[in-house]
């Protein structure tokens, strides 16, 4: 029987086949896996996302109305203290002295107003204090001007007690021309009364807007989308394109807005308070401004003093977060290459591995398959090696070659035991003439298979003993009673048919004399 072949030289099909088993369940429910945590991941970013934009926004409309609100009560401060009250009581210099310090002193900490002005009954200016860029001043009579036919007036004297006009959030304009640097600005505006309650004109404020416009940024200046300050008509105030700012304020861009760009956008934002959907795969999120509380008056922006107002409710901005879609879906696209990069390594892992562990699996079916062909092999041998062999119906004998170690000694003497047992013969020769000196261990298994032969009532004949071998017994004291030894197999073969002459004459005269 020939052996298998090197178990190193397993069939790579095999293996691949045997890997595939291993690295197909496993891979697939690791997608799977990384499937369901990379959509989990994705929504629950998204929705953070959406969250994130829907707080900011929110805090971006509360810092533009609460900045409005602080405006309303200073214009408030200033119209109903008791400086008016004694100014109006006498119209004295003193009074309006006493006016001119208050205005002056309050642009000075406050440094948000580009002017402050009372106003008569007729539209002259009484005092005016001008900013100037940092350095308040009052402007002296001979350049106080009337604004009776200035829309702003108009609209403002007729409120009544504790209303307040606002004007529209737009650009300072001088002499006709868009001042520059750019000013945005908002007017507020509130009548005063005498202490009979008679009205008898108002107090005007140059709100400069660009602090309002700022604190906008700064609120928004965490989120991921483009931060938008809309008018009611959908123009920018406020935008990250300065170019499409202010478009109502030149000819040349009075299409830039909002409405024009995302009309169907617009149309959701402007008659819903607040909210947040996808469109178009962008993200927006809004928020409405109401720059009046419900019992105040706002102008809509008309040259003409005459001109009716409009509730809080009407007069609006929207804050707007504009994400668009590179933005939106940037952390998807990004998490989603970290999954597919994840997964092409645990794929190469997975893959190596498997392939290992299917090769050592195939290499230990081929190992245990060789391990018993060997051994189915190795009994043969041993058969081969300890052949007990018919030389007459009573004798056997077995010839012995090489080594006699202790597992081969266990052989020889099973094999001698049974054979004399089966084959019923009366003598067996065990020829060591092919055996190397035997040590004393191996000599000691010798004489164990003798005494087992002759306790079936067989005699054995050892032939063959090497003088190495019959010194070393000596010397080691080892017992040799019983053990009958020729020289060599012939001479043993000899021995052995006297020995069966001898018993049979013996038989025949027992036989006779009974």
């Not at 807005?257 to 996808?278: D, H, K, N």
Request: hydrophobic share 40%; net charge negative; proline share 4%.
């Amino acid at each position: 029987m020939q052996p298998t072949e090197n178990p190193h030289d397993v069939s790579p099909r095999a293996i691949a086949k045997t890997a595939l088993i291993f690295f197909l369940p496993v891979f697939v429910l690791t997608v799977g896996i990384a499937a369901a945590i990379y959509l989990v991941g994705t929504r629950a970013r998204t929705a953070m996302l959406m969250e994130e934009e829907r707080l900011i926004v929110d805090l971006q409309a509360e810092k533009v109305a609460g900045e409005l609100r602080s405006v309303t009560a200073d214009l408030k401060f200033l119209s109903y203290g008791n400086q008016i009250d004694d100014f109006f009581r006498d119209m004295s210099k003193e009074g309006r002295k006493t006016l001119e310090e208050l205005f002056l002193r309050f642009s000075s900490s406050t440094g948000i107003y580009d002017q402050i002005r009372l106003l008569d009954e007729n539209g002259m200016e009484i005092v005016r204090i001008n900013f100037n860029g940092g350095s308040p001043s009052v402007v002296p009579d001979s350049k106080l001007q009337n604004k009776k036919n200035r829309y702003y007036f108009a609209d403002a004297f007729r409120l009544d007690r504790n209303e307040v006009f606002v004007s529209p959030l737009d650009l300072n304009v001088e002499g006709g021309q868009i001042e520059q640097p750019l000013k945005p600005m908002i007017r507020l505006g509130t009548p005063v009364f005498d202490p009979g309650g008679r009205k008898r004109g108002i107090v005007l404020l140059n709100y400069l807007a660009g602090q309002l416009l700022q604190r906008f940024d700064e609120a928004g200046g965490a989120k991921l989308g483009q931060s938008m300050l809309l008018n009611a008509d959908g123009y920018w105030c406020k935008c990250p394109n300065p170019n499409n700012e202010w478009g109502f304020m030149y000819e040349d861009r009075k299409n830039r807005t909002f409405a024009r760009a995302y009309p169907e956008a617009w149309q959701q934002i402007l008659w819903e308070g607040c909210g947040q959907f996808e469109m178009n795969a962008r993200l927006f999120t809004f928020a409405t401004v109401y720059p009046l509380r419900e019992t105040q008056q706002a102008d809509v922006g008309s040259d003409k003093a005459a001109g009716e107002g409009t509730d809080a409710k009407s007069y609006v901005w929207k804050a707007v977060s504009f994400v668009p879609e590179d933005v939106l879906y940037a952390t998807s696209r990004s998490q989603f290459r970290w999954t597919v990069g994840i997964l092409a390594v645990l794929a190469v892992v997975f893959g190596f591995g498997s392939w290992r562990l299917a090769w050592g699996r195939e290499l230990k079916r081929q190992s245990e398959q060789l391990a018993h062909v060997n051994q189915q092999q190795a009994e043969a041998i041993d058969a081969l090696s300890t052949p007990l062999i018919p030389l007459h119906d009573e004798v056997v004998v077995m010839p012995l070659v090489g080594a006699l170690d202790n597992r081969r000694m266990a052989r020889v003497r099973t094999a001698l035991v049974e054979g004399l047992y089966n084959s019923k013969a009366k003598v067996a020769i065990l020829d060591i003439t092919g055996v190397p000196p035997l040590n004393p261990q191996a000599a000691s298994e010798l004489l164990r298979s003798v005494r087992a032969a002759q306790l079936l009532g067989a005699q054995v004949i050892v032939t063959g003993i090497q003088p190495e071998t019959a010194e070393g017994l000596i010397d080691l004291g080892i017992h040799l009673d019983g053990l009958i030894t020729e020289r060599s197999l012939q001479s043993g073969i000899a021995r052995a048919m006297d020995h069966l002459q001898t018993a049979r004459g013996e038989s025949g005269s027992d036989r006779t004399e009974e």
